[in-house]
């Protein structure tokens, strides 16, 4: 497993902000869907919308727009903004 | 010759309008054997061949996550098309062109139809088709707006070479990297040994992907090496074999797109963006989506309301008195078969009928919500309040429907993409009482409530609502236990003005299909209970005798019993039960029947040209007054906000409905306590809805799950009887 000392869970990014995703929690079917649909390690993604207790809006890969819930969310670590690998 | 040539395409790619352009009026909607999904199939003649169009469910990846990837899949596999067009959005591509590459991995004769041309350009989107076709080996790039039906000669053109052609296209291969071609490689000697069907290094490729439905399916001594080399491959790298595949895959679309599309700016806040600030927002977003909603149930309960009448009048009265007439001159009259046709055959096909202008207004409803792109908002937003009740977000509107008519209701289920979401939400969908069952609680409320007769009416419609919940949490903690939740993850389009052949399509091609397939059963069951009641049991002349005398009345008699600990074990009761058993409109009518011995005599015969003019003035006013709801939906709604009064449009000056049955209403209460019909009500709300829906339950979810959703209803709708009336004994009042 990649380690990184500044990583947070997607659900923790404010709306605006563009970071990359370094892992996903969790089984091996959650992260093919995501990344089926656009979302794999190593990618960055803007979030575009949501708070901290509801699902969330991303941008991924130009126009994609994909709505997150709150259980996903928790479970996709990204780099925290501001900080490099 | 006949050629079959399949669709794929990301879900929101527009695969619908390029079916509908390519294919017309002449398509069929159906299932996917044993499946939820829906398969449309369509024909045309191109250059002197008949061509079969097959448009697969929308999917994003070839993987087994969901029965639409399965389907699209062993489609490829099994059926082998003469060509695949796999339609991507323009302004998507990387994301489109995943599910792009393995198809090419399949070794599929393909065509690549760059959908949304026009939208890609809006936003400055430049694609060079050349290079993108020689970089995917050949394979043809068509640019389309499929909406306007551009780049349909192109695109005929195309396939039909893709099809007949049979020149190779270079099978792409990727590179995935060392340690995974390393196992691949390992892989490959073992998988020709056992001569499976599939593809060789695709079938490495999926089982080193941990694909379920093929692991399951190849001999387990492969299954077990492959599970090993993922193994190795992901202490070797750190990385999950999964995770290495699909960045590889990734990484060779950023080289096909490298220096072949190029974009204005990364990331642009779209006009969409800013309509889902609104929209998505976790307070307006809902307000907006229950104003939407409720324009939705005015839309299947109301606007459809006049027609629906129209045509009951129609069967029960000119079509009725015209066959009656017509047997008469065979001198057929008062015979058994007069009684067939009239109240069998005639009955079945008005009963069957009058849910067409429903259906128009429901599926016009939803092809609009789906097509806008507003339903998988509707999703997101309602997703926080319905994940506590274990549902998905989109269970709000079948639920919501089913208010107005449970038979669509069952059928707005299919805008669930989760099987299990769907089966849970019909299974609630039968709870909310629908309007067919209003005229029963009225004549009880008035009968034995007068004034008060509104809060029998509400106490019900809230105990089905109560039914339901607790139905959720039954179902979603101990029958799909330990079956977690599908993520919620879905792609949000970008909002467009819906397309208007594409939402015709979409109605004609749905109600059409409930013609076909529930119009046969229902059909068939007025055929069946006519023949119970029309055979005497106690003497008598077929067909010829009083309902308390036939097979269905010693059946009600039978049956009776079961009801008595609820209150209303009299035959008449069980009787009208059963009646209602084919359509809950029947139960006042088979009551004023069975309690009042009257029998709805036929209206006095008329010459033709005054029933034909009838009919013509009768459809006008059904016209207008489809129009009136659809501008009273304006008033309505303004009018549930307290203290509002907007008039509503009375344009043909109608008398309000004064309903209400005297007769009825004096039987009535010789035969039930207020206790007793509060019971009966509870059982008339709970119970199988009718012979439609059992017929709609069936067609989306099988034979099992209805025969098990019967079941469920019949012993709720039972057991809540007897809980009410036990209770009330209990509490003293009676």
Redesign the interface.
Known sequence: MLHHEHTIPLSMVTPGETVELVHIHGGQKLRKRLADLGLNVGMTVRVMQGDTTGPMIVAVKGDTRLALGRGITHHVVVIAPGQSK | MTLTICLAGNPNAGKSTIFNALTGARQHVGNWPGKTVEKKEGRLSLSGHEVIIVDLPGT??L?A?SAEEIITRDFILDAQPDAVVAVVDA?????NL?LVLQLLEMHVPLVLALNMSDVAES?A?RIDRQTLSERLGGVPVIPMVGSRAIGLDALKAAMMRAATDHAAIPPLCLDLGAPVEQEIAGLLPLIEREATPYPPRWLAIKLL??DEDLLSKVPPALAQAAQQAADRISEET???A??LI??AR?SCIGELVRGAVS?AA??PI?V??KL??VL?H?VWGVVIFLALMWVVFQFTANVSAPLLDWIDGLFSGPVTRWTVAILGAFGLNGTWFESLLVDGVIGGVGGVLVFVPVLFALYFAIAVLEDSGYM?RA??VM??FM?KLGLHGKSFLPMLVGFGCTVPGIYATRTLENPDDRKITGFLTTFMSCGARLPVYVVFGSAFFGAASGNLVFALYAIGIGVAVLTSLLLTRLVFKGKPAA????????YRVPNPRTVALYIWGHTAEFLRRAGTVILAASVVIWLLLAIPVNGGQFARVNAGDSLFGAISRVIAPVFAPAGFGQWEAASSLMAGFVSKETIVSAMSQIYTNASDDLPAPQPLTDDARDIAVGLGEALVLTGQEIVNIVPRTVNVIPGMHMPEANLLNQPPDTGGDTALETALRAAFTPLTALAFNVFVLLYVPCLAAVAAMRQEFGTRWMGLQMAYTLVVAWLGAIVVYQAGLFLGIG
């Open positions: 994003y990846s993987s996550f302004a998507n591509l990387e994301r995943y936003r989107i992907e941990a750190g990385e999950d999964d995770t699909a960045d990734y974009r990364a990331n779209t969409s963006d889902d600030r998505a976790r998988a999703a997101f997703d926080r994940q993520p919620f993850v879905m792609e949000l389009p970008p």
